[in-house]
């Protein structure tokens, strides 16, 4: 288990009893789980009282725990019948995005997501989940196949941003961005997103452009990280406690401010705690959102759509 900063009381009990429990297995008499049991009980209810009331910041933090079930977790565990389609029949096959034919329940649907990687080589590979401009242009060509075989489109949001290295601009990086946010509000059939862990920028726009916008409680979905909106209004990055709380970039600010529809729960202590439990809590919240815009025309997808995301200043401003 990896442990956060703000969870270091709680790695020294479990530590404590897990030292507990190698002393008893080297030592086959010796009778320690009363006080095992005890530590584990001091620890569960440590772990509720710090998951509680998360500050926005712990929320980042929590959001970017690299024990979180990424974008290939949820394919391998809710999908059946996956084949993954590469590249963007321009340039380059991007791995920071996955893409392909799936079927969820039965059914099938168009999968599209960010995928961050889970060790050092598949981060490297993956980008760390930043897509280029070649990742777009894929998923823009994987929505158009949507569209012509009237699949729906499920997209899982997990990424800073979208790359900003000198070939992705040159490549156009901002028009790329800008024809698959184009592309998902032009779409006859039915999307969901969810976002699983961060949500950066038009990065993670490009792909959330959809009916139903849904989040996990402790991913985090925002116009620009904490820390770039530090540097940025302070000219100090160490001011990002001050920015997360300032960007309101929580689940629950935004399910009040109309960005989101619902909030999937996770577990006590994070996805990170229960991954499997996470992952059928949100094979389930897709299930559910794509059964209520199942048998909606397209225009009336594409008019919902559009009238969702024209509404969210108004309603962001009244709140």
């Known amino acids: 288990m990896n442990y956060l900063d703000f969870e270091k009381p709680l790695a020294e009990i479990e530590g404590k009893a897990e030292e507990l429990r190698a002393l008893a297995r080297q030592n086959k008499g ?9 530590l584990d009980k001091k620890a569960e209810q440590l772990l509720r009282d710090l998951y509680k009331d998360l500050t926005p910041w712990r929320k980042c933090q929590v959001a970017r725990h690299p024990d979180r079930p990424h974008c290939k977790d949820y394919i391998d565990a809710l999908f059946t019948e996956w084949t993954p389609l590469a590249g963007d029949r321009n340039f380059a096959e991007d791995l920071a995005v996955m893409g392909g034919l799936a079927r969820l329940d039965d059914k099938p649907v168009v999968v599209i997501g960010h995928e961050k990687g889970h060790d050092t080589k ?56 800008a024809r698959s946010t184009q592309t998902c509000l032009r779409l006859r059939v039915p999307m969901v997103t969810v976002v699983i862990g961060e949500g950066g920028s038009g990065g993670a726009v490009a792909f959330a452009t959809a009916n139903r916008v849904l989040m996990l409680e402790h991913a985090i979905y925002s116009v620009i990280s904490p820390e770039g909106c530090a540097s940025i209004l302070w000219k100090d990055a160490e001011k990002m406690r001050e920015a997360a709380e300032a960007l309101r970039l929580t689940a629950q600010d935004l399910m009040k401010l109309g960005v989101i529809d619902a909030i999937v729960p996770e577990p006590v202590g994070g996805a ?48």
């Open 30 to 38: 010796m009778d320690v789980e009363k006080e095992a049991a005890a």
């Open 122 to 177: 598949t981060r490297i590979e993956r980008n760390f989940g930043m897509a280029r401009p070649e990742g777009y242009r894929k998923a823009i060509r994987l929505m158009d196949l949507a569209d012509r075989f009237g699949l729906p489109v499920v997209t899982l949001i997990d990424t800073p941003g979208a790359y900003p290295g000198k070939g992705a601009e040159e490549r156009g990086q901002s028009e790329a961005i």
């Open 272 to 319: 990170q705690r229960d991954r499997a439990a996470t992952i059928t809590a949100v094979g389930k919240a897709i299930g559910k959102a794509l059964g209520e815009l199942s048998g909606k025309s397209g225009d009336k997808l594409v008019a919902d759509r559009r009238r969702k995301f024209l509404d969210m200043g108004a309603r962001g401003l009244a709140a």
